[in-house]
């Protein structure tokens, strides 16, 4: 982690991944420049304009706000950009989550905010970028230049004349920072911090001074140099040596499995794990933060591997397997169960982005995943023995019980039909909570995206990243799946979907709680106030825009909504809300609640 201040000379070379404009699937391509450069008028040739001419070539389209004083003038500079679109939010949480969702699409998100009221505000969505690998570039708007250095006490402060209480929040989860309040070294700074964000995978911090944004600078003065940053590279010897010891490994396993983790994404070898399951003919899995890296259409696939709470009959066949790889994992206490998972390390093989473990040693550093698992796809034998265990065992899944006529709805009834809806064209978001195991059991069709924040798991995310990520992906139809207690943390944004003209269908999912919270332990605190949620939001629609709400009690109910919002109203945002019993939860809930439960209540060690 790294912080450039004013004209302090740290630069460094890079040497990462070839980086530059992103296209639609997230996949980080190198910049093809010009054949000539143009030069701009002193108008065009200032910090505000190069950086938002930077946003644009990364593949950054648009960029969340919030305004205040100390970045007006910046963001007057971004609205001037012409491929750049400003969407404003209406507060700085959601603007970062909106850059989260944006940056889950198009591979790289950027929110602008105001000095400390709004950074400090924005720091938790920045905290669950940097826990998801997220490159999501934070632009702040600083105090004046001329205010550095004197003991002069500012607005938006805590009222100390030390500025950099908001800098150093930002250091433990961004993993570069450049406070710009000078413009001879702005262009260095900006250009690697934002070069820093996509080689890293994280989220940076620019904090811009609010008297610099104008100001020509003959730095500025031609298009943005395309980025040429140097691939990363695997170690060959190391290359050759992790691909000898772990085919030696796989092919003396009698019923090997391979499950996909997160980091696939950050490694960019997701493809490279289809085509070594395509070779090796492996049961196929992810894990529960995986889910849409890995397509599931895959001739193997055998589900979602979440230990206890697994999909049918997938935990089974992974944790019988003798020797299984898992490619980017987290093991987390969610992740884990409540640390149960029924794995041996002896017998897994642990591809990290850039290091390779087998068993319990040997391990092979600068060994890149991608690399990895392409060298792998040629050197392991074909062995179908897990996959066909489970072709053997698998039983189709069932349906819930027939809803008796107007019938209460239950939220199993409510995610047949959500699966029904689903298709290459549409995108799953899954809110902190219950939505988590419901949407698990979902079958992606291919082309459908996915995405939810299980790291990190701050209740409200979602609904800025249905903002950003639909902003992102303009062609797909997001379905949202939030629950009421998520859902009042941070509504309001639903107000910006609306002026952006998004069409998304959220699906409020009204019990009356944090339910969540109450499997994990119970009290009055998981009990929230009941809103008319349908009223809220047309309060929000107000008449502007393209909006439609609706209450479902029963399945009846429910097929009429779906049928509109798919139908008469597939141009509208369409919120739908369900009302279900307060204890109607997914019984994988019920299992990892009480697991995760006995996992934070362990009592402490004996000192």
Request: with cysteine.
């Amino acid at each position: 982690m790294e912080t450039k201040i004013g004209s302090l000379d740290t630069c460094k070379p890079d040497t990462s991944t070839a980086v530059g404009s992103l296209p639609s699937n997230g996949v980080v391509c190198t910049i093809q420049p010009s054949a000539v450069s143009p030069i701009h008028t002193s108008a065009e040739a200032t910090l505000g304009r190069h950086l938002a001419r930077r946003l644009v070539q990364i593949g950054v389209t648009d960029v969340f706000s919030v305004p205040g004083d100390f970045n007006l003038t910046l963001l007057d500079h971004l609205i001037a950009e012409p491929g750049l679109n400003l969407v404003g939010c209406c507060n700085e949480l959601n603007a970062g989550y909106a850059a989260d969702g944006y940056a889950r699409a198009r591979g790289v998100g950027a929110c602008v905010v105001t000095f400390t009221v709004g950074g400090l505000s924005v720091l938790n969505a920045i905290a669950g970028a940097y826990s998801e690998n997220l490159p999501v570039i934070c632009i702040v708007g600083g105090p004046n230049s001329n205010d550095y250095g004197t003991n002069r006490i500012l607005h938006h402060t805590i009222g100390l004349p030390d500025f950099s209480q908001e800098l150093r929040c930002f250091q433990t989860v961004t993993c570069f920072q450049a406070v710009v309040n000078n413009l001879e070294d702005a262009h260095e700074l900006i250009d690697t911090a934002v070069s820093t964000a996509l080689k890293e995978s994280k989220p940076v911090y620019i904090s811009v001074g609010c008297n610099l944004p104008a100001i020509p600078h003959p730095t500025f003065s031609r298009e943005p140099v395309p980025f040429s940053i140097s691939p990363k590279l695997s170690n060959q010897m190391g290359l050759e040596a992790a691909v000898a010891a772990a085919a030696e490994f796989l092919n003396k396993a009698v019923k090997p499995v391979m499950v996909g983790g997160p980091k696939l994404r950050f490694a960019l070898a997701c493809n490279a794990f289809v085509e070594l399951a395509d070779a090796c003919g492996y049961a196929v899995a992810v894990m529960p933060s995986a889910k849409g890296l890995v397509p599931e259409h895959h001739p193997h696939f055998i589900g979602t591997y979440w230990g206890a709470v697994s999909t049918a009959f997938c935990a089974e066949i992974v944790e019988s397997a003798d020797a299984y790889i898992f490619a980017g994992p987290i093991f987390n206490d969610y992740s884990s169960v409540g640390y149960s998972l029924l794995l041996k390390r002896e017998k897994a093989i642990i591809l990290q982005p850039d290091r390779v473990t087998i068993g319990n040693g040997p391990e092979f550093g600068c060994v890149l995943m991608k690399d990895f698992l392409i060298a792998l796809s040629k050197r392991l034998k074909c062995n179908k023995t897990a996959y066909e265990n489970y072709h053997r065992i698998y039983v189709p899944d069932g349906h819930p019980l027939k809803c008796e006529p107007k019938e209460a709805l239950r939220v199993n009834v409510l995610f047949e039909h959500i699966q029904r809806m689903l298709s290459g064209e549409t995108a799953v978001i899954a809110e902190t909570g219950d939505s988590w195991f419901n949407c698990q059991k979902l079958k992606l069709p291919q082309g459908c995206g996915y995405e939810f924040q299980m790291q990190y798991g701050s209740i409200g995310w979602s609904v800025g990243a249905t903002l950003g990520y639909a902003q992102a992906v303009p062609e797909k139809r997001v379905i949202a799946c939030i629950g009421d207690g998520s859902f009042q943390v941070t509504a309001q944004d639903v107000s910006t979907m609306l002026r952006s003209g998004q069409k998304t269908i959220i699906f409020l999912i009204n019990n009356g709680g944090y339910t969540i919270e109450v499997e994990i332990h119970d009290g009055p605190y998981n009990v929230i106030k009941n809103w008319n949620y349908t009223a809220f939001v047309d309060a929000i629609h107000n008449g502007e825009g393209k909006c439609w709400t609706t209450k479902v009690w029963c399945e009846e109910d429910l097929i009429e909504a779906i049928g509109t919002a798919t139908g008469a109203k597939k141009d509208c945002l369409c919120f739908i809300e369900v009302i279900v019993h307060k204890d109607d939860t997914s019984k994988e809930l019920l299992e990892w609640g009480s697991r995760v439960s006995a996992a934070n209540s362990r009592p402490p060690n004996p000192q």
